[in-house]
Structures are given as C-alpha cells and as structure tokens.
Nanobody, 123 residues
Framework: QVQLVESGGGSVQAGGSLRLSCAASGSIGSINRMAWYRQAPGKQRELVAL???????NYANSVKGRFTISRDNAKNTVYLQMDSLKPEDTAVYYCYANGAYYRGGSPSSFDSWGQGTQVTVSS
C-alpha cells in the first residue's frame, strides 16, 4: 500500500501561520488527487483543500484566500500553507491521496489517509 506521513502541526496564536507537509511513500505508480481534510471535536471530517495531478485546486469557502495547497510531484508530497489562522481552524488535519501503486508487480489503485496532525489556534 501507500503510506502518508504528515508533519508541521502545532499551536499558534490567531493571525499566525503554519505549514503542513504530507509525504507519500511506497511502490507508487502515480498520484491523482491529494487533499487535506480536518476534523474538529464533535464535528464531521470536512474537506479543506485538494489538488489534482494537473495542478487544479479547490478550497472550502471557509479557508479561501487564507490557505494554499501545493504539491511537489517529484517528492510525492503535498503542502498546506495556512495563513491568518483563526480559532475556528483548530482541528486534527488529515492528508489524503489516491492513485495507483504496484502490488506484486501489477498496478492497483490506492486510497490512503495519514495519521492526522493537530492544529490549535488560540485567540
């Protein structure tokens, strides 16, 4: 399978910035969609931002103009630059990716999640 490892979470005051990273590893053939989701206590997991292979991006309305998603295809890594953070951005952030990998030499699809990284924004 394909493993996703996140880094970059932490605590920051409102108005501050954080940058999350997520690196994919394994017998990767290609990665189609990479995305960041978040889940706050007592709430459902929600899409924050996504980027597809061609570079097109999409954002949740609540983060437009403040967050920027990008990917480095050579490193199989996706980033989330978070600026002007608000207390309501506090959540566990999860990386997601799908695509194709090699299983026993044959291509197969994957659908993977990272373990999550905590982002806490204080007022």
């Amino acid at each position: 399978q394909v493993q996703l490892v996140e880094s970059g979470g932490g605590s920051v005051q409102a108005g501050g910035s954080l940058r999350l990273s997520c690196a994919a590893s394994g017998s990767i053939g290609s990665i189609n969609r990479m995305a960041w989701y978040r889940q706050a206590p007592g709430k459902q997991r929600e899409l924050v931002a996504l980027v597809i292979g061609g570079g097109s991006t999409n954002y949740a309305n609540s983060v437009k103009g403040r967050f920027t998603i990008s990917r480095d295809n050579a490193k199989n890594t996706v980033y989330l630059q978070m600026d002007s953070l608000k207390p309501e951005d506090t959540a566990v952030y999860y990386c997601y990716a799908n695509g194709a990998y090699y299983r026993g030499g044959s291509p197969s699809s994957f659908d993977s999640w990272g373990q999550g990284t905590q982002v806490t924004v204080s007022s």
